[in-house]
């Protein structure tokens, strides 16, 4: 399965966070570089700067690189091992503890459920211990309510953070199947087929470089509906789905375009193949389609058109198929047109 264009807004969402964090980091890190460095501990301070160059070579790359998790899971990595070398080496009573709630709330921002789970886990279990060891060790000056607190603090921001994160996970993958799946037949809808010719296009082997778009339309549909009613006529286009979806191969990607038009994008085909595919589908409906125990007098008309001799262009192909198919509609109805 393929990332298509519809997950670009959420891939704009993590690199906008990672933007936002990346500058904060730059901005605070530099702080902490100088002041490390001028209160004598250099080795930290090189660390903490090594920290800074790298985020800011990950804010000139963040907007074009296509390994986005990867470089959000080494930034994270980078910064949370920083913070937990900084307070395995510190006082109690450093501010620099409170910098450990961060590490929920980015990791999910960042990463998602789950990668943010493994980065939550490891680093927040991490920090409770070296907070534990430094009960132990410093005792006498360490409330233990304040270990509580701190406990209790980072618990929370956890759960808050994974809630959130889940709640908005799940709401964003129901509209992407909202947005990608016409909830009537359960085909892909338009908005995909762009994204789906390109990702063939670009997947094909050099011996296998052939796509071939089937355009098919239902004859006198509009009958069908003042005949029997548009529930009979919704039947009728689940049947159609239902019979093309049968035909498709594995590789092979269905459509309903909207109304009573519906597409197909048949991989790896001659001309010959692709004619015969779209005959079996004017068949199939032809002989088949009986809906409440009615035969229903239907059929459709496919144009057909062909990547890359027809077209080097979804658009060109589409245009194509769209003339044969009319040239189908033209000359009788219920045929195959592709050439």
């Known amino acids: 399965m393929f990332r298509s264009k519809l997950w670009a807004n959420e891939l704009d969402y993590r690199r906008t966070v990672l933007k936002v964090v990346l500058c904060i980091i730059i901005f605070a890190g530099s702080i902490f570089v100088v002041n490390n ?75 998602g459920i789950t990668l943010g789970n493994v980065f939550t886990c490891v680093y927040v279990i991490a920090g409770v211990a070296i907070l534990c060891r430094a009960l132990s060790f410093e005792s006498s000056e360490i409330p233990l309510i304040s270990v509580v607190n701190i406990s209790l603090c980072l618990s929370a921001i956890w759960a808050l953070s994974y809630t959130y994160e889940s709640k908005r996970a799940a709401m964003v993958k129901r509209l992407q199947q909202m947005a990608a799946i016409d909830p009537l037949t359960g085909l892909n809808n338009r908005l995909l087929l762009d994204s789906s010719f390109e990702m063939l296009c670009e997947s094909l082997p050099e011996t296998q470089r052939s796509v071939s778009m089937l355009l098919i339309d239902l004859d006198h549909f509009k009958k069908v509906n003042d005949k029997y009613g548009h529930h009979v006529g919704d039947k009728v286009l689940i049947e159609v789905a239902r019979l093309i979806n049968e035909t498709r191969r594995l590789n092979d990607w269905a459509f309903r375009l909207g109304g009573e038009e519906f597409c197909m994008l048949v991989t790896d085909t001659t001309e010959l193949q692709a004619h015969s595919v779209a005959e079996r589908i004017r068949l199939a409906v032809e002989n088949t389609i009986t809906i409440d125990d009615i035969l229903i007098n239907i059929s459709v008309s496919i144009g057909v058109s062909h990547w890359p001799s027809d077209g080097e262009t979804l658009n060109q192909l589409y245009k194509l198929a769209d003339e044969r198919l009319y040239q189908a509609k033209e000359t009788g109805r219920n045929k195959v047109i592709g050439h």
Not at 66 to 82: D, I, M
Not at 86 to 105: D, N
């Open 37 to 111: 460095w001028l209160n004598g501990f250099k080795v930290y301070a090189l660390i903490e700067l090594a920290v800074v160059l790298f985020s800011v070579g990950l804010l000139a790359i963040h907007k074009k690189t296509p390994s986005l998790t990867l470089w959000s899971s080494l930034f994270l990595f980078a910064v949370y091992t920083v913070i937990l070398i900084g307070i395995f080496t510190v006082a109690f009573k450093a501010a620099l503890y409170t910098w450990l709630f961060l590490i929920p709330v980015l990791s999910y921002l960042l990463l």
